[in-house]
């Protein structure tokens, strides 16, 4: 099966006292077509702080660091066919015009977390790359310890995680992974956590007619929810494996929708690492399921 069938103060200076420093950093971000430099996220052995977590935090904890380059003999990664990429703040301001001239189709990007908070680029890279012509989405980083399911998905989908039939805009995605913030599985038994993400999934569902997207890992899949089938017929699976020639897929799944197979890519318009992803399909298919005619 290819792709699922059925995203102060401003210092008050001069307009002519550019500093001959800062005018060649102007100049050579024209010329290389790189966004504006970010701060990099928190190193593996720094805490995260709450609300600032990334698709793929968790996952580091899991695979480690080093899992996310070309390890294991996996030169070059996989960039044939249908490529994305997923950002949050920490990518910083993006030139999405060269990410889409990099040959990148499809980005999603990171909405919200928890019950309050809301990405504070997610609009810039929510309008940027639809004006540059890429397919995109939402996700929603999960925290089962803070709420139930039904309060975030209402949350994610009152607040970027929507959906609508214009052909460029994907289902949002439930972005569930090793807890960054302490226990694995968010102090949750199986059975909760069964429960939570099919709340998540229903409410999402009568509120944006789609049916969500999961991002995950197969050990955190099997071990958190006791290897769950149910939501195979359901949700496209979005599965995080790095450094490998082919991902390992949770109990229950048959195949894969998309891939995101490192943590440390590059990509023209984004200033350094990036999460790059493969989709399972052409693109015709990847214009499908944006349109919910998979």
């Known amino acids: 099966m290819l792709a699922y069938r059925s995203p102060s103060r401003r210092l008050k200076r ?36 709450s609300g600032q977590a990334w698709m793929g935090a968790g996952t580091r904890i899991e695979q480690g660091p080093a899992s996310s380059s070309a390890a294991g003999g996996v030169t070059p990664m996989d960039t044939s066919g249908v490529q994305g990429i997923d950002v949050s703040h920490w990518q910083g301001a ?30 810039a890279n929510y309008t940027g790359s639809y004006n540059a012509g890429l397919i995109r989405g939402a996700y929603h980083f999960a925290r089962p310890d ?15 995680g929507g959906w609508s039939g214009d052909g460029k805009t994907l289902p949002g995605v439930l972005d569930i992974e090793h807890n960054p913030y302490g226990a694995m ?6 059975t909760q956590m069964r429960t939570w993400i099919n709340d998540f999934y229903n409410t999402y569902k009568a509120r944006t007619t789609r049916d969500v997207v999961i991002y995950t890992t197969a050990s955190w899949w099997n071990t958190c929810t006791g290897s769950l089938t149910g939501m195979a017929a359901k949700s496209p ?25 490192t943590a440390t890519g590059r990509v023209g318009g984004v200033s350094g690492d990036v999460d790059r992803n493969k989709f399972n399909g052409s693109f015709a298919r990847l214009q499908a399921l944006a349109n919910n005619t998979a």
């Open 14 to 49: 001069s307009r002519c006292a550019l500093p001959a420093g800062a005018l060649g950093a102007a100049v050579a971000l024209i010329v290389t077509g790189t966004g504006t430099a970010a701060a990099a996220p928190p190193a593996p052995d720094e805490p995260v702080r």
């Open 94 to 123: 993006i030139n999405w015009g060269s990410v889409k001239a990099a040959g990148i189709d499809f980005a999603y990007m990171k909405a919200t977390e928890g019950t309050t908070f809301k990405d504070s680029r997610f609009s």
């Open 146 to 160: 803070v709420s139930n399911g039904a309060t975030q998905a209402g949350y994610f989908a009152s607040s970027g």
């Open 185 to 190: 599985c968010y102090g949750l038994s199986t």
């Open 237 to 261: 699976l979005w599965i995080a494996h790095w450094g490998t020639a082919s991902p390992t897929v949770p109990s229950g799944f048959p195949t894969w929708t998309i891939w995101q197979y």
